[in-house]
């Protein structure tokens, strides 16, 4: 992990904007990667104290339908639950318009030819 120091010095060199990223790369000590991220401003510049756990905003349980262990409302079940909706909302679209089946005459029902002698 990086310290508060390292990164304050790599964006104060960004901020001077005299040197390449991969010259204060080289400079700080750090990866590339690392510079490009702090500039794009893709990294934080916070810093946890030693021996700090990250608290959750909020407390996780067991989700009552998958039973997975998340943060409610359950995203995977919402999404389930979103394309089952779509998918029938699509059936409902697609289906033919409502007309009565054709009815196939039973070989029993069909009139009987006779020919003529």
Do not use: W
Not at 80 to 101: F, G, H, S
Request: net charge positive; hydrophobic share 30%.
């Amino acid at each position: 992990m990086l310290s508060l120091e390292k990164i304050v010095e790599v964006q104060r060199m960004l901020d001077a904007g005299d040197l390449s990223h991969r010259a204060i790369a080289k400079l700080a000590g750090v990866s590339r990667q690392t510079v490009d991220h702090l500039a794009a401003g893709r990294r934080r510049l916070t810093e946890r104290l030693e021996g700090e756990e990250m608290e959750a905003s909020r407390p996780s349980s067991r989700c009552p339908t998958c039973g997975g262990r998340v943060f409610e409302p359950c995203v995977y079940c919402r999404t389930i639950a979103y394309l089952v909706e779509l998918r029938k909302e699509q059936d409902r679209n697609n289906r033919p318009a409502a007309t009565p089946p054709r009815k196939r005459p039973r070989p029993e029902n069909r009139p009987i030819e006779r020919r003529a002698a």
